[in-house]
């Protein structure tokens, strides 16, 4: 089988930095002060700076809660609003980290061969996968996989489905691509528990090209898990006014358990019983694993890291690329991963980890290494 490489990643968000108007927003809808002192000190707290929305801003560059913005009135916009929002948003945004990409697309996007796009926060059909190709013009040829609602481990999905394809297909050029705009649903709740949820979220958009070619980041053999007795833990709700997001307070804790177990850190580090590497791809290898030199972890949220870090004995600086992208985006669901790992092209990386949590509860991710 050939090896796959990850060549290059864009990204892309919007220009409306919406985080310090939604901590105020939210925090004036908590009646009990207690409780709205808490969620002060955990906003404080959340390593959290900035967060984008593509959501057009009232008058006087005012937020979208702010009088004349859309989420002005007493009554939220219903889903069929915010969905029109997306299927206008979201392709340009998606358009926006491909052209970031540089020319390893727009020079020749006749040789583009697949495309693959994860999204989860917003429908619309014509999918996104086809109005993005019919931009870009890509060839009527290219065959299209469109990833929906998975949550924040989809942008592992899209690149092990890449990595499937290139493998498979002798010459395939992939472009993959996540977007997302979780601020499309923000929703109207005094709850403390759904607002420290919605906290963590923010827009943005990245994309990728996966070929054969040997540079950028190599990717190598995929795990996943789905975690026992957590399926309530993560979840979002339909409704008539958009996608309510349910993040449970005990997600960490149930991600450290994890962690914690021995088959889940060998599927993780991909070690065998005998201490040495596995390629659940093809036959074992026989040299010894390397230690994990990068880690690309998916930035949920501060304490998300705090217990991937203490499960797993990291050094203090080992998800510093993670804890930069939620400082300066917050947790842009599948996108996410795709900013940490944008800030690993280029280092000298032997043996890197992915990893993603999401709805199931599920962690996925797959190992790499400089190309």
Known sequence: MPDVYLNAIGTATPGHDIHRAFVGWASARIPDPRERRLFDRMA???GID??????PIGPDGASPVAPGGFYADPVLPGTAARMAVYADAAPALALRAIAALGPAVSADPGAITHIVVASCTGFTAPGIDQIIARALGLAPTV??????FMGCYAAVTALRSARHIVRSVPGARVLVVTVELSSLHLQDTPALEPLLAMLQFGDGAAAALVSGEARGLRIDAPFAATLPDSADLIRWDIGDQGFAMHLSGEVPGRIARALAAADLRALLLGEGPDGKGADRDGPDVIEAVPPVDGWA????GRSILDAVEAALGLPDDALDASRAVLRSH???SSATLMFVLARMIGQPIANGVALAFGPGLAAEGFRFRAA
């Open 50 to 55: 900035h967060r984008f929305s593509v959501l």
């Open 330 to 332: 917050g947790n842009m």
């Open 143 to 148: 065959e299209r996989l469109l990833i929906g």
């Open 44 to 46: 404080a707290r959340a």
């Open 297 to 300: 972890v998916h930035a949920g």
